[in-house]
């Protein structure tokens, strides 16, 4: 029985190997100054999400620390049990001060957020019939987990076109029901932006709720980085702790009622352990810090600024980017593969990003930049990926 089990899953990782999608695991060493060291030397780090730096930031591993020298190493219970401290709260509190809202609940992971959020939201015993839910056909993995969780049909709209959008909200204009939109602010391996303005006037003029996943944006953009939704009218502004942030963990800003809703309702809150102290220490210093990281923010995007530059004078097709977050879209995945390798030659990790996470077609280098990257570590990139462009163009 086993075996053929196995014979199963062998069949699957060779069928993988094959088209040039199998993935591994890399161990990576220490980070510091956005550079990691990785088989036994230094590495310019282009793929991680630590966007402003946070990871390493002293007051984090300060009050990290700290924290759990006072709590403890653990919170012994899930939140409605016993496992609710003040130090959640207080998290909660910053993050309804800097998002704006009226309540917040925090979440042990981004991915666990968005499965048990949404399966909650559109639970059909709750709601009677099924919800209408709009969305980008580019949402994260995490989402579309969620609306499967919740056994909703998607209504897919083509990436980041509102007019697209419209055209389906207008369809199905007089079918009852609560509807919904769901997009991310900045996508996570395109590195575009939504248009959140023109999102709430559809919401609006639909009577639509919108929900944003913030991941990509919290620290980087919006009102003193707060991401592209902070003190805008949308009804779920979610995102996490494990980008700019520097941590772990994720959010949701939403309405009273939800929040008391979601206590009640979504399992993945109910169910798992509530977020350890250390990790509520990190997320506290982070939300402190976030407002002071202007600076920061500025050099972060003028860099990306200057990357897309070159790249697409090297004859690289970059996208849609307009953040930190920069895709080199090669296309075809042993290529991408092969590009990614001869970078790590040139002592720069820019992981190869393919099907399923990115379209068939469409692989990647997604670089991602750093408030920790020097203007020499800055160079250097431009410098090695017009030097290899001959090897792919
Ligand atoms: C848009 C988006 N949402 C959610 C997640 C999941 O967040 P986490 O890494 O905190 O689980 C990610 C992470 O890759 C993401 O890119």
Same mark, same amino acid.
């Given at each position: 029985?086993?075996?053929?089990?196995?014979?199963?899953?062998?069949?699957?990782?060779?069928?993988?190997?094959?088209?040039?999608?199998?993935?591994?695991?890399?161990?990576?060493?220490?980070?510091?100054?956005?550079?990691?060291?990785?088989?036994?030397?230094?590495?310019?780090?282009?793929?991680?999400?630590?966007?402003?730096?946070?990871?390493?930031?002293?007051?984090?591993?300060?009050?990290?620390?700290?924290?759990?020298?006072?709590?403890?190493?653990?919170?012994?219970?899930?939140?409605?049990?016993?496992?609710?401290?003040?130090?959640?709260?207080?998290?909660?509190?910053?993050?309804?001060?800097?998002?704006?809202?009226?309540?917040?609940?925090?979440?042990?992971?981004?991915?666990?957020?968005?499965?048990?959020?949404?399966?909650?939201?559109?639970?059909?015993?709750?709601?009677?019939?099924?919800?209408?839910?709009?969305?980008?056909?580019?949402?994260?993995?995490?989402?579309?987990?969620?609306?499967?969780?919740?056994?909703?049909?998607?209504?897919?709209?083509?990436?980041?076109?509102?007019?697209?959008?419209?055209?389906?909200?207008?369809?199905?204009?007089?079918?009852?029901?609560?509807?919904?939109?769901?997009?991310?602010?900045?996508?996570?391996?395109?590195?575009?932006?939504?248009?959140?303005?023109?999102?709430?006037?559809?919401?609006?003029?639909?009577?639509?709720?919108?929900?944003?996943?913030?991941?990509?944006?919290?620290?980087?953009?919006?009102?003193?980085?707060?991401?592209?939704?902070?003190?805008?009218?949308?009804?779920?502004?979610?995102?996490?702790?494990?980008?700019?942030?520097?941590?772990?963990?994720?959010?949701?800003?939403?309405?009273?009622?939800?929040?008391?809703?979601?206590?009640?309702?979504?399992?993945?809150?109910?169910?798992?352990?509530?977020?350890?102290?250390?990790?509520?220490?990190?997320?506290?210093?982070?939300?402190?810090?976030?407002?002071?990281?202007?600076?920061?923010?500025?050099? &972060?995007?003028?860099? %990306? =600024?200057?990357? +897309?530059?070159?790249?697409?004078? *090297?004859?690289?097709? #970059?996208?849609?980017?307009?953040?930190?977050?920069?895709?080199?879209?090669?296309?075809?995945?042993?290529?991408?593969?092969?590009?990614?390798?001869?970078?790590?030659?040139?002592?720069?990790?820019?992981?190869?990003?393919?099907?399923?996470? &990115?379209?068939?077609? %469409? =692989?990647?280098? +997604?670089?991602?930049?750093?408030? *920790?990257?020097?203007? #020499?570590?800055?160079?250097?990139?431009?410098?090695?990926?017009?030097?290899?462009?001959?090897?792919?163009?």
């Amino acid at each position: 029985m086993t075996n053929n089990y196995e014979t199963l899953l062998k069949n699957h990782l060779n069928t993988l190997d094959e088209k040039g999608m199998r993935r591994q695991l890399r161990q990576m060493g220490r980070s510091l100054n956005g550079r990691t060291d990785f088989k036994g030397r230094e590495i310019i780090n282009f793929s991680s999400n630590n966007y402003m730096g946070l990871a390493q930031h002293p007051l984090l591993i300060e009050r990290g620390t700290d924290w759990m020298e006072k709590w403890g190493a653990g919170a012994m219970a899930s939140r409605l049990v016993c496992g609710t401290m003040e130090l959640h709260e207080q998290v909660e509190q910053r993050l309804i001060q800097g998002k704006g809202g009226e309540a917040a609940l925090v979440f042990n992971s981004g991915f666990q957020a968005n499965v048990s959020i949404l399966a909650a939201l559109f639970d059909k015993e709750i709601l009677g019939s099924e919800p209408l839910v709009f969305c980008d056909r580019l949402n994260h993995s995490s989402m579309h987990h969620g609306l499967k969780a919740a056994n909703i049909r998607q209504i897919r709209y083509h990436h980041n076109d509102l007019n697209h959008l419209e055209s389906l909200l207008r369809k199905n204009a007089n079918i009852a029901g609560p509807r919904f939109i769901l997009s991310e602010s900045v996508f996570s391996m395109d590195g575009d932006q939504s248009d959140v303005d023109a999102l709430i006037e559809l919401a609006d003029k639909y009577d639509a709720q919108l929900y944003l996943d913030e991941a990509h944006a919290t620290g980087v953009l919006g009102q003193n980085g707060f991401g592209l939704c902070a003190h805008k009218n949308v009804a779920f502004k979610m995102g996490t702790f494990s980008k700019a942030l520097g941590g772990f963990g994720a959010y949701l800003v939403c309405s009273k009622v939800v929040r008391e809703y979601l206590i009640n309702r979504c399992a993945g809150f109910i169910y798992s352990t509530a977020l350890p102290p250390s990790v509520l220490g990190t997320m506290d210093a982070a939300l402190e810090l976030v407002p002071s990281l202007g600076a920061e923010r500025k050099r &972060v995007l003028a860099n %990306a =600024s200057k990357v +897309r530059n070159s790249f697409i004078k *090297s004859g690289f097709n #970059v996208g849609k980017s307009s953040t930190q977050i920069i895709p080199l879209i090669i296309g075809e995945e042993k290529k991408t593969l092969a590009f990614a390798n001869a970078l790590e030659a040139e002592n720069i990790l820019g992981i190869a990003i393919r099907p399923p996470t &990115v379209p068939r077609g %469409a =692989s990647r280098i +997604r670089f991602a930049l750093s408030a *920790s990257h020097s203007d #020499v570590d800055i160079n250097y990139l431009c410098d090695v990926v017009d030097h290899l462009s001959t090897k792919v163009l």
